[in-house]
């Protein structure tokens, strides 16, 4: 039913955008610090045109320096996650891989955690959840090749170990971290947050990451022909190797993008797409944008969430957890999915 | 090497030049093999299961690269062409399997124009009328709004072959394109084969069933399960001693006066049983 009424693009693309632009703004007036909504849409819009100063200046600082960035940074990382995990899909022709469970956001996650340690700059923690996300997603796409076994669950199996040796990976690096200082940092980082993002990282991050985006979006007709697998894709004339090897490594620059921005934030790179391929079909050139929009809104979402619910901030990880993984069983069961 | 009977004066538009094989060194899955299409042609080959049947298929359209020997379409060699230049000339239909995603019928079978459109192009009004068209043409156009998922499996071999078609190639290899079919889609897989050959292509194609080479009345090769092939007409490769030697049953080979051709027929059970221990025996 959810098909037929987003049947075509124009419908289903004004949708999904007014979705995220109006969940953009009220995530910008939601919070323990009141501004009417109306005030919100004023300050911002302050930026473009002269407008009468009807706020105060806290009001400004709120909006502009904390919540504009953190709602940026919901944007970009939902985006990411949504539209890496879905490329992974494809690439993978497998529908239940994400960046999660190919070990990439742990392998970023070490990789990070090990530059914070360090007390590396922001570029060397980028660089360095880069290399060990791909480390990552190399070894565990061996695996499966190592035991001439090409099928799902061999793949998934792969996945699991290679993230178990992450995750022992990352209890190491928190052993040896100081217990009162970089330890709490890490856990609490881990977990996923957007707290942390600041106006600077959104200048850095952003346009990285919309360009990585816009790369992946431009081929997207092309993952169809990826996802049925390798010998119909070469014969329908794809270059396989230079085609995975783009697509992987674009999908990992993305997760890694977002862990850095975040921390590790289950669940969206898998739920996401599957969201998205139940509104806009499994073609990828509905499906991808979809589940960019879809990713970036359902993040404004869970963060809105993570800043209300209670006193403190919940971390995300703990939020998409909950709300991600009975959706995915509703999803599963709506696409009637057979594994 | 090339005998003489493989070379026509038509213009060869497949020809494989003494092509080898192996996944393990030391076991060659093929040796030696050599044989020529003109347009239109169709080549069914027989062989008992881990023959290499598939493997030839894969070598014939670059996913195997070759160990030894040649393959060329259309007078290029076939390790030469860049990906999309052989997508251009040799399309390949797979064996039906359920794909990891669900495409509408209509989606699927326009990934066939992939070769000619660029990196960052999806296909557009025209990609879509030529599909259109293929579907109008073999009669599915019916199942175009419908997913993959919800058609039959002789319907879904339909469309792989549309998608073949759409590609617009000189050569279409089809991978045990019967099998998983009921009988009476088998035979309406192979009308569709033998339109193929009337609209021009040239056609290679898989098949257990050794009465398919005999209806399709084309070339016939017969791998022997040690690598080599035996290639020729119907009535000059296929003969009850072959077919037995290829499966270890006994069956006949007989003229059918009502239906003008000749047909593929085995013995009874218990008698094939029989035929079984005598063949222990010798």
């Not at chain 2, 399960?225 to 037995?244: N, P, Y």
Request: net charge neutral; charged share 20%; glycine share 10%.
């Amino acid at each position: 039913m959810l098909k037929k009424i987003f049947e075509s693009d124009a419908v289903l693309f004004a949708a999904l955008a007014t979705a995220t632009f109006a969940l953009f703004v009220a995530g910008m007036a939601v919070g323990r610090f009141r501004v009417p909504v109306g005030e919100t849409a004023r300050i911002l819009a302050s930026g473009a045109v002269a407008l009468e100063r009807t706020w105060t200046p806290q009001m400004e600082n709120v909006v502009l320096k904390i919540r504009l960035p953190r709602l940026f940074g919901a944007l970009l990382v939902g985006g990411s996650l949504a539209l890496s995990g879905a490329a992974y899909q494809a690439v993978f022709k497998n529908p239940l891989v994400s960046p999660d469970l190919l070990g990439v956001s742990s392998g970023a996650c070490v990789g990070a955690s090990a530059a914070i340690l360090m007390h590396w700059g922001a570029l060397a923690i980028q660089l360095s959840a880069l290399f060990m996300g791909l480390i990552a997603v190399v070894v565990t796409t061996a695996i499966p090749r190592f035991f001439r076994n090409d099928t799902t669950p061999m793949l998934v199996l792969s996945g699991v170990i290679v993230t178990g040796f992450m995750t022992s990976l990352q209890g190491l690096l928190k052993y040896s971290a100081d217990p009162l200082d970089e330890l709490p940092s890490i856990v609490y980082w881990a977990m996923g947050s957007l707290g942390a993002i600041k106006a600077s990282d959104i200048r850095v991050m952003g346009p990285a990451i919309t360009l990585v985006m816009i790369a992946l979006v431009s081929i997207r007709w092309r993952l169809n022909l990826m996802s049925l697998g390798d010998s119909e894709a070469r014969s329908l004339g794809v270059d396989i190797k230079k085609m995975r090897g783009f697509v992987v490594f674009c999908a990992t620059l993305l997760t890694a993008g977002a862990v850095c921005m975040s921390g590790t934030i289950g669940w969206i790179g898998l739920v996401v797409p599957h969201f998205g391929r139940l509104l806009a079909g499994h073609d990828n050139k509905r499906a991808i944008p979809a589940s960019i929009l879809l990713g970036a809104s359902f993040t404004i979402i869970v963060d809105a969430f993570a800043r209300n619910l209670t006193g403190s901030e919940i971390p995300l990880s703990i939020l998409t957890g909950m709300i991600g993984t009975p959706l995915f069983i509703w999803l599963l069961f709506m696409q009637k999915t057979t594994i | 090497m090339l005998t003489k009977s493989f070379q026509s004066s038509r213009k060869d538009i497949v020809l494989a030049e003494n092509i080898s094989f192996f996944y393990v060194r030391g076991h060659r899955l093929l040796d030696g093999i050599s044989f020529s299409l003109a347009e239109g042609d169709i080549l069914t080959i027989l062989g008992p299961n881990g023959s290499g049947k598939s493997t030839l298929l894969d070598c014939v359209c670059g996913i195997s690269p070759l160990k030894g020997g040649r393959v060329s379409v259309c007078g290029e060699s076939v390790s030469s062409l860049s990906p999309v230049e052989l997508a251009r000339r040799v399309g390949y239909v797979p064996q039906l399997h359920a794909p990891a995603f669900d495409f509408p019928v209509r989606d699927y079978v326009v990934m066939g124009r992939a070769p000619y459109l660029g990196l960052l192009e999806a296909p557009g009004r025209r990609e879509y009328e030529m599909t259109d068209a293929a579907l109008e043409s073999m009669g599915i156009a019916h199942l175009a709004r419908k997913l993959c998922s919800e058609i039959s499996g002789g319907e879904r071999q339909q469309v792989q072959i549309a998608r073949a078609l759409v590609q617009e190639p000189k050569v279409i290899l089809l991978d045990e394109p019967t099998s998983h079919l009921d009988y009476g889609n088998q035979i309406k897989v192979l009308k569709l084969v033998a339109d193929l050959s009337d609209r021009g292509v040239t056609v290679i194609l898989t098949t257990h069933v050794p009465d398919h080479p005999i209806l399709l009345d084309g070339k016939v090769g017969v791998l022997d399960g040690k690598g080599g092939m035996r290639t020729g007409s119907v009535s000059e490769i296929i003969d009850e001693r072959s077919l037995r030697d290829m499966y270890s049953v006994d069956l006949r080979l007989i003229y059918i006066e009502e239906m003008q051709r000749t047909a593929c027929v085995i013995g009874k059970l218990s008698g094939a049983q029989g035929f079984a221990e005598k063949m222990l025996e010798v």
